[in-house]
């Protein structure tokens, strides 16, 4: 592969690099007190690393904290646009879900990396346990539209689907890139960037943004709202899954959720399979059965629901979680009915005395996790009654039909 010219172009100028990791970034650290996520200790180098003043070469993409994260994304070298498509470094590899987080309608491209000769760890339960260097991306995107608001951006709204390994910019538009590094520190770090108008880059926001959008559905209705960038804390308040560890997890990549199928360049394998062929993933041996795709209509209603309600609310929803208090844990493990919110009065939220339970069986509109889906911000409403708290200002009318379905099915009476 050879050797880069260092970026900036000037020999001796730029950036100083330990192993892969931009060493002047981690000494710029140190010299403030050291991040929240991070010690500013240089790491070790890693197996197969240069001398310490080269660039790395494409397939050893460089590694930034992100707490001195570079300001445009092509600074990873992980994602490439030329404003017309979007498209990988090699060894970047896609990855999708069975079932994934809703986010207003916004179609998801993810894809992970590792440094040369470092392998994930595998494991049945839980989230995948990545190395140090390790780079998890979520590019967030619609196809586009044309808006009837000319300051919003059109969108069209549909249910996502795979991206392959381009996506295709004439058709659809980017919107933001988050970014997941697994520091020296052990510890995962996380950024954001929100895509410049011309496509062909994108640009670190740490303190959010709002980004005015009107969506289109098949039938021409129109949903104007505000897609809102997380701010960094934000990012925590779904990641930290364990509220007193406080520490940022990988929540998607677990081998029940990616054991499916992804269309390579190169062919469809079981995402699981492909990356123990490319000696990505240690241990891998014969994977937990896949998590249900929560709109598979052909797999069994609850086992649908119960899977969305796992990847949509159990971050927080779980006994060590931001809202394990509530005793509403939603986890695919969890099966005392009562934790499922099953005849269980409601602790929190303002609408209590309205409902006596999170879910009463057999009576959808009755239950306060059915209603807690549908109404956001509205005006009589008081703030915070919409799940997720985060991340969500347009209704998913198919996942909370499925919701739904799922509590009217069951079987009706509270002891
Ligand atoms: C509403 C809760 C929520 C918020 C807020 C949130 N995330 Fe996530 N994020 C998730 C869930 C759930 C997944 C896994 C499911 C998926 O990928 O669809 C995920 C996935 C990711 C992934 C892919 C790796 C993984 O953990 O699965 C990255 C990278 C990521 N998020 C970064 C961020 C960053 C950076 C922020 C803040 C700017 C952020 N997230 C804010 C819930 C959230
Ligand atoms: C980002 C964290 C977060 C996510 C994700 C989240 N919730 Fe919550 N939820 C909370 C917090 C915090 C509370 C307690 C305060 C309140 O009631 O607003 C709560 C409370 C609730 C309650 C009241 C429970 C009780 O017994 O008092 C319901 C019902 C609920 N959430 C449903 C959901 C559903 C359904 C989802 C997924 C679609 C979801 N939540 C996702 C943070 C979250």
Redesign the pocket.
């Known amino acids: 592969m050879g050797i880069l010219k260092k970026p900036g172009g000037a020999l001796g100028a730029g950036p100083k690099w330990v192993g892969r990791w931009c060493a002047t970034c981690l000494v710029v650290l140190a010299g403030c007190g050291g991040g929240t996520a991070t010690t500013g200790v240089e790491p070790p180098p890693l197996p197969g690393d240069g001398d310490g003043s080269t660039v790395p070469a494409p397939t050893d993409l460089p590694l930034f904290i992100a707490a001195s994260a570079p300001s445009k994304l092509s600074a990873w070298r992980h994602l490439l646009s030329d404003g017309q498509a979007l498209r990988l470094s090699p060894n970047v590899v896609p990855y999708s879900l069975n079932t994934p987080l809703f986010s207003d309608y916004a179609h998801k491209f993810r894809t992970l990396w590792l440094p040369a000769g470092q392998q994930i760890h595998y494991t049945a339960s839980g989230p995948l346990l990545f190395p140090v260097g390790a780079v998890v991306t979520k590019t967030f995107f619609y196809p586009r539209a044309t808006a009837q608001d000319p300051g919003l951006l059109g969108a069209a709204k549909t249910e996502p689907m795979d991206a392959g390994e381009v996506v295709d910019l004439v058709a659809n538009r980017l919107i933001e890139t988050r970014l997941m590094v697994r520091e020296p520190s052990g510890r995962w770090g996380a950024v954001t960037y929100v895509w410049d108008a011309d496509q062909q880059d994108a640009t670190l926001v740490r303190s959010g943004q709002n980004i005015g959008i009107e969506l289109v559905d098949a039938g021409g209705a129109r949903t104007p709202f505000t897609y809102a960038v997380p701010t960094e804390a934000q990012c925590v ?2 990641h930290a899954t364990n509220v007193s560890t406080g520490t940022f997890e990988a929540i998607g990549p677990q081998a029940h959720n990616m054991n499916r199928s992804y269309a390579y360049a190169a062919g469809s394998f079981n995402q699981l399979e492909h990356l123990a062929t490319l000696q990505l993933l240690a241990g891998y041996t014969t994977p937990p059965a896949p998590m249900v795709v929560w709109n598979d209509t052909a797999a069994p209603l609850s086992q649908r629901a119960r899977a969305y ?1 796992d990847v ?2 159990a ?3 779980n006994s060590a979680g ?2 394990g208090h ?3 844990w ?1 986890g695919l493990g969890v099966s005392d009915p009562r934790h499922l ?1 099953v005849c ?1 009065p ?4 303002q609408q209590n005395g309205r409902f006596s339970f ?1 879910v009463n069986p057999g009576n959808a509109d009755a239950s ?2 059915y209603y ?2 549908g109404n956001y911000r509205i005006n009589s409403e008081p703030p ?1 009654v919409a ?4 991340g969500r200002h347009v209704f998913h009318t198919e996942g909370n039909a499925l919701v739904r379905d799922w509590i009217n099915a069951m079987a009706p009476g509270c002891p």
């Open positions: 308040t779904c309600l949509n609310c971050s927080c929803h931001r809202s509530t005793g509403l939603l919110g269980k409601p602790v929190g939220g999170d306060f996790l807690r889906l915070r799940m997720p708290e985060l």
